[in-house]
């Protein structure tokens, strides 16, 4: 993985992209978190959504090179 893309003569980090798009995932998977009511069975709702965030980049960063997306 590069250290950055160049969009429009602007150089961003991949890592903000894969940011933003794990923050669109996470929003996702609270809404349906939230829908199915599992919320309730846990203690701290803050906590578990950062975690959530972290898991998914974590996941991204380690699946885009694996499937040979180049960012």
Do not use: H, K, Q
Not at 50 to 62: N, Q
């Amino acid at each position: 993985m590069t250290g950055e893309i160049a969009l429009g003569g602007v150089y961003v980090p991949t890592l903000l992209l894969l940011a933003l798009v794990a923050l669109v995932l996470t929003w996702v998977v609270t809404r349906l978190i939230g829908a199915a009511g599992l919320y309730r069975f846990l203690a701290y709702r803050a906590a578990v959504d950062l975690s959530l965030l972290v898991l998914i980049l974590c996941g991204l960063s380690i699946l885009v090179p694996t499937l040979g997306i180049r960012l």
